[in-house]
Structure formats: C-alpha cells, structure tokens
C-alpha cells in the first residue's frame, strides 16, 4: 500500500477536490446588483444624479438607522436603483459604519452602458453633471472596449467611470 503525501490530501481538500467527489448542491444566482459606495452624505445626491442622467428609477430606499433626527440630510443605508433590465444600489459611506466591505468609494471597475443613442446620452450624462472623458470613438478603439460600434467613456460626480456603447456587435 503506497502512502499518501503528507500533505497532499490536505492541499486537495482545500481547493474542493474532496467536495467534487461528494454530490454538490446546484446554486443558482437570480441577479448581480452592483453596490457603489459614495462618501456620505453624498448618496442621495449620486442617486439623484443616476436618475437624470441614464434616467434610472428608484425601485427602493432604506435610511440608515444609526442617523441622528437632529441631522438634517439622512443617510443612506441602500437605494436600489434599475436601469433597463439591471439593478445597482447605491450607498453612503461612513467612517462610523464597519458593515461596508469596503473602506473606500472607488471600486476599480466600469460600468457600461449600451445605447442605440450614444451622443445623445452622453450629452444627457454631462449635462446632469458627469464629465466627459474621452471622444467618442469609432472603429479600433471601441473594438476594444465594446467590440465594434460607438463608445464614450464618463466619470460621475462620484468618481465612477462610465462607457456609453452602441449595441455589441458579433466578432468574428
């Protein structure tokens, strides 16, 4: 009988080889709802913001519980907002608050956004406040990003980029 590596079985079982020899559950996922934090008191400006500028409509509202009555402007707990058939919620960030898993506004991610219209929304997404961060571009560079069409990229108010996109085309 050959022995077994010392550690090998442990190192198995910890990147889940013992679990795929049991029968595992199926999970399945209903939605991804992106959270963006903003420094607080800011939220229900970002929201209102969001909903200027790609036109998205509140679905949702929670306060924070921990805010003060004398304090003028409530916090956000969580705003769920839908933009066409996509949910995010937005946030206020507090030092006070440990629940954030996060301790910064930026994520590092981009958020796009496709559109038939992509000068018009940019326009719109400007005009409520985001600045323009690009031209918008045609061809090799919206390759990149979008795989063929239009694209123009944004920061909001809040430091979060966005591509504006015309609709995905099918690469070859």
Known sequence: MAAEPQNGGAIEQQ????????????VVFTAV?????VEAPKANDAVAFYKAAFGAEE???????K????????LILSVELKL???????????????????????????F????????????KAVSAGAVAESEIA????????????????LKDPYGNVWM???PVKKCE
């Open 15 to 26: 990147n889940g080889a013992a679990a795929a020899k049991e029968e595992v559950t199926r």
């Open 33 to 37: 709802k992106p959270q963006l934090f």
């Open 59 to 65: 679905v949702t509202r929670v306060n924070h519980p």
């Open 67 to 74: 805010r003060k009555a004398e304090q003028e402007i409530p």
């Open 84 to 110: 066409g058939s996509v949910s995010f919620l937005v946030s206020d960030l507090t030092d006070e608050d440990s629940t954030p898993p996060v301790k910064t506004a930026s994520t590092g991610c981009v």
């Open 112 to 123: 796009c956004l496709e559109t038939e219209d992509v000068e018009a929304a940019i326009a």
């Open 138 to 153: 045609e061809g090799d560079a919206a390759a990149a990003a979008c795989c063929g069409g239009r694209v123009g990229k």
């Open 164 to 166: 504006i996109c015309s």
